[in-house]
Structure formats: C-alpha cells, structure tokens
C-alpha cells in the first residue's frame, strides 16, 4: 500500500481533521501526525502492520490533568515514513492492547503500565517490566516527585496554568455575552449553544471518551504548557 | 508485612498451585507458571549468569534439553534515567545517556546531544560534526570487539576474547586522550564537542586502523574458518523477517536476516550522507550471519574512520562557552540514530520551560530483546547462550 493510500484509509480512523503532514520533518522528525482515540487504535494497528510498518516506539506521557500514548509507526526496512499518533486516555486510563498484532508492543505496552499506570486490556501479561513486581507506584506519573523545591515549581506552574486557562474562560464567556445583547434576536440560539465547549474547559481534567468532545476542548485550553505538546 | 517477608509466609503456607509456582518465579508470562504436569521442568537463568552479559534473568522450561518456553525478566538495572531527565536542565542530563549504553556510551552521548540540537535549531561547526562521526565510529567498533569477544566465549573459546580486549584497549587509549574518559563518554555537548583533537591524533589512529586491519585478518583465520565456531553457529538461532518486522527489530540482528536497513543511510544525520560506505547484510539470519555482519560493519566503521582522518575540515570545535540553558521551543520530536545494537530513537515532549517534560529513549537491545521469546522456543539448551550472545544485549541499555 502506498504512502497516500494508507493517508486515505488512516483518514477515516483518526479524529476528524486532526490528520496532517508532519510540520517542520528536518527539525521533528515526522512525515504524519495525527490525534485517535483509544477504540481506532486496534484497526490502525492492523492497517500499518499490514501495510510493512513497523511499531517503532510507545510513550507514555503523564500531562498532569491525563495522560497519553504516543504511537510511532514507521517502515524499518527503508524510506522513513514516520507516523505520529497522539491519543488521548480518559480518567479510567484504559487502552486496547495491540500485542497480538505486533509482538513489539507486548512490552512498550507493559512499559507504560510500569512507569505511567496505562491499564492496557486485552494484554496477555500486563505485570511490572523494570520495576520489581510489589511496587505499589508508577513513578514515571508527575505527582511521584521526591524534591520538594521541584513540587513546589510544578505546583507554582500548575496553578498557573489552570488560572491562565479560567482568565481564558471568563474572556470567552465575555465575549459570548457581548455577542449575545449585540445580537438580539440570535442571541438565544448562541447562548444555548456557546456554553458547551465552555463547559468543556471547566472539565479539562476529566474529558470524556468521546473524541468529538474533546476537539473543542483541546483547542479552548490556552497554549501555556500542553498546548504546545501537540 | 510487606515486601519480600510477606512473600516468603505466603510461600510457605501455600498448596502447590498455580499461584505457587508465581510466587517462585514472579512477573512471568502465565503459560510459563502453570505447573507443569508432562515432565517438563523449569530452568532460571541468571541474573548472574556469566552468559548473560549483565543482569538478565531468562527462565525456561526445559522438555529434555530443548526450550519449550521462554521468558526474560528484566529491570535488575533500572536506574530511572528518564525521570532524572525531567528534574533538570537539557544540559544536566548530558552525563546520563552514555550510562544506558556503556558500550556504545559515545554514540548515546552524541545522539542526544543532536537530539536536542536538531530540535531546538542549535547549529553545529563544521569541524564538531566530523569529530563527532569519527569518534562514534571508533565506539562502534570497540563495542563490537567486546561483543566478538564475549561471544566466542560464551561458546567456549578464549584467546579471542583476550585478543579482543587488547584492540578494545587500544581504540579506548585513543578515545581516551581525546575525550579523557574511557568508558561513560561525555564528550559531545550541545552545539559542538568540548575538546578537540591532541596533535598527534592523525597518525595514531592511522596506525590503529592499519593494525586492526591485520588483526581482523588473524580473526578471520583463528574464528571465522574454525569448524568447532561454524558448528556452534551455522543455522542455529534463526530469526525471520517476520519476527523482526513484528518485533521491530533493528541492527545487526535485522540486517543479518536480509531486512536492509541502517539509520546511518535511511534517515542520514550529521555528516552521513557524505560519506561513502556499505550497510552490510545477509539472508541467512542465524547467529553466524550476525557474526559476519557486525564484523563487516566494523570493517564499514575503519572506512568512514579514513574518510574523516582525510577530510577533517578546521574550524572552531563548538561555541566558546558551553550552553548550559538552551532556549526551548514546545514540542514533540523525535531522533534517531543508529547505535551497534540498532535505532536509537530519542522522543522528546518539550515545554517553555528548561527542562524536558518527557524524554523517553527508545532504546535497539528493548525490541532486539523482547523477540526472544519466539526465538529461543525449540531451540536446544546450549544454543540459548549462543543466540543470546550473538544478538548482543547490553542489559543497561534496556532496563535505562
């Protein structure tokens, strides 16, 4: 299968419109990047393996508010063609496991159990990898953090963050309702419609599973810290 | 009770069960812990075997002599580089990437300097980035040597293993008056190296290359063409295309089961592309194929050796004061190289701020090793060892 034929195909399993060509490849490294959600990854899973890619890398990355996978797929055999995928786990931190289709992932999956707490389901053996097998922490997750001065910093900057995002909030709530007695008659209709992604953002901790959801959500956070992640 | 002191009543209070046989062998794959009831039995291999080139564990169950099931526990090193990288600045985690890989130390520390250079857009002097090629070549093949002499070794030869330690002691003398260290590099730092060349570097590392080119030759003639070496290797320990397209399997140990495919050429950095070498591989994909290949890359590596001793441009080594806070741009990126084990890949989640939010190193011996649990199945006993040796893991590297 071609490059662009497993664009198309991938097209149709990523979250919509979040499929894209890797910006700056020199300085990043990526052909494609794109956003999924955990039900798509097993399908895409099968279109890349099928297609000669292999699984490259897993990472787990704790954002503080949620954490994610970072898929790489990329063909090891010639020409890089470096696929990105960035998924998003929502609060149960549950993800389909892929092992039975790339036998690579049986243990980039138990890596992100061990150190980021990912409840892999499906996994043949999901049990410690590095750690000893009575640890009773994840400690590659934010919160595990032995310097105090360093909690501090990143509470200081937490704190921050979440402010940035509430100022970000009240001025788009301003902004609605400026709209709303600047356009009498259709004032009702963008009431009644603007407050959901805004009630998104007030739930930036807890998104929910659905990818169509979380668009909004992701683009209403402010680009302070994990804005620039993606 | 907690900890081990629980484990041990729970143990002896335990019927033998299932669960009985997990709180003697621990995170293993479960159709490993069933209790065996077809005269099968259980072998635990290290994590003190001298075979196992540091601490692996490797539990098999044995029919006879033949291996029915495999499972290598790992983490025994694990040293949470990737959580030190988090509580410091990009340039305080320098020390660390040659500790993963105390083999292939230079080719750690130089790639993660490019890592971060490639991302945040810190340009490199001329001079530097063939300084940086040179070197890291010299590591590769000091840690093939190592790996040459290990593994004859491990099947039961000695001499080569003392011959290869005096070339490796060489290539380490020579590193070591350019870098000042011999094993856990430090070299490279962003935007250049710290130290450059002593004057009589030139003619030392000819007369190095002309020497190692004669004592491959003794190799050849002493291991290569020796019956008992062939007999040891010759077919056993294949690996298929398949399992190293499903286990994404990288260096020497793909590219001698006929996948062609070297970082070095397919994603070309620093000063590759202009260079001229050859990426070795075979089809027969078995222990001596490995063995041909890492031998013929480090005659490659002697190559490029020559061509930067020849074109070693001049010029400033690196900015005149080291970049101790590099200024970050948020983002995700990704970098690789290719280390004597396979892509090293450097997966960098960078903030505002000055230190990296994740750097999570995608490290060749992870995968290379994590596709022993379908190679060794059927293999004999003895073989275990030489497949474990002739894929080269360095465990560090794996358990970071």
């Known amino acids: ?230 | 009770m907690s900890g081990p002191s629980r484990k041990l009543a729970a143990y002896a209070e335990h019927p033998r069960t299932p669960e009985f046989a997990e709180l003697r062998f621990g995170n293993l794959e479960p159709h490993l812990i069933e209790a065996p009831d077809d005269g099968t039995y259980y072998l635990n291999m290290g994590p003190h075997h001298p075979s196992t080139h540091g601490v692996l564990r490797l539990v098999l169950r044995l029919d006879g002599e033949k291996v029915i099931d495999c499972e290598p526990v790992i983490g025994y090193s694990h040293r949470a580089h990737e959580k030190m990288a988090e509580r410091g600045l990009y340039s305080q985690f320098l020390p660390n990437p040659s500790r993963m890989d105390y083999l292939g130390g230079m080719i750690y520390n130089v790639g993660y300097c490019q890592a971060v250079e490639q991302a945040f857009g810190i340009s490199v002097p001329d001079r530097a980035r063939w300084i940086r090629t040179m070197v890291s070549e010299f590591n590769r093949i000091s840690s093939h040597l190592l790996w040459f002499g290990a593994f004859i070794m491990d099947l039961g030869g000695f001499t080569p293993f003392l011959l290869a330690f005096q070339d490796r002691e060489n290539i380490l003398d020579l590193l070591d008056s350019v870098t000042g260290s011999r094993l856990t590099y430090c070299y490279a730092n962003f935007g250049g190296v710290t130290l450059d060349l002593p004057d009589d570097f030139a003619g030392r590392a000819k007369a190095l290359i002309e020497t190692q080119r004669t004592h491959f030759e003794t190799y050849k003639k002493l291991v290569t063409d020796n019956t008992i070496f062939r007999s040891r290797t010759d077919g056993i320990g294949i690996i298929t295309p398949e399992q190293v397209h499903s286990y994404a399997m990288t260096g020497p140990c793909a590219r001698a089961s006929g996948v062609d495919y070297d970082v070095r050429r397919a994603e070309p950095y620093s000063i590759y592309s202009e260079l001229d070498f050859e990426v070795p591989t075979r089809t027969e994909g078995d222990c001596l194929a490995r063995y041909l290949v890492r031998f013929e890359e480090m005659e490659q590596s002697l190559r490029i050796i020559e061509q930067c001793l020849e074109r070693m441009p001049s010029g400033p080594i690196g900015p005149d004061r080291p970049l101790i806070r590099v200024k970050t741009k948020p983002g995700s990126y990704y970098f690789t190289c290719e280390s004597p084990r396979g892509q090293l890949g450097w997966f960098l989640l960078a903030d505002k701020n000055p230190e990296p939010w994740r750097l999570h190193a995608r490290t060749p011996s992870f995968c290379n090793l994590s596709a022993m649990i379908e190679v060794l199945k059927g293999t004999m006993i003895a073989d275990t060892i030489a497949i474990l040796g002739s894929i080269d893991v360095v465990m560090p590297e794996i358990d970071r």
């Open chain 1, 1 to 230: 299968m071609t490059a662009e034929g497993i664009k198309s195909t991938l097209r149709g399993l990523v979250i919509p419109n979040s499929l894209l060509d890797g910006t700056d490849r020199e300085r990043r490294g990526f052909d494609v990047e794109g956003e999924i959600s955990p039900d798509a990854i097993v399908a895409i899973a099968k279109l890349f393996f099928g297609a000669g890619y292999g699984l490259e890398c897993i990472t787990a990355v704790d954002q503080e508010d949620f954490r994610e996978l970072w898929y790489q797929f990329n063909i090891l055999t010639g020409a890089p063609q470096r696929h990105l995928l960035r998924m998003q786990l929502d609060q149960s931190d549950q993800v389909p496991s892929i092992s039975h289709i790339y036998g690579s992932a049986r243990w980039f999956e138990r890596e992100a159990f061990d150190m980021m707490g990912v409840q892999v389901l499906g996994h043949p053996n999901l049990k410690r990898l590095l750690l000893p097998e009575d640890s009773d922490f994840y400690p590659l997750r934010r919160d595990q953090c032995i310097d105090e001065e360093l909690r501090k910093t990143r509470e200081n900057r937490r704190t921050k963050r979440l402010a940035a995002a509430e100022k970000e909030r009240a001025k788009a709530d301003a902004e609605t309702a400026a709209l709303g007695a600047a356009e009498g008659s259709r004032a009702e209709a963008t009431t009644t419609k603007a407050p959901a992604p805004v009630e998104q953002v007030t739930e930036a901790s807890a998104p929910t599973g659905d990818p169509q959801a979380d668009a909004p959500t992701q683009d209403a956070v402010p680009v302070v810290d994990k804005g620039g992640h993606r």
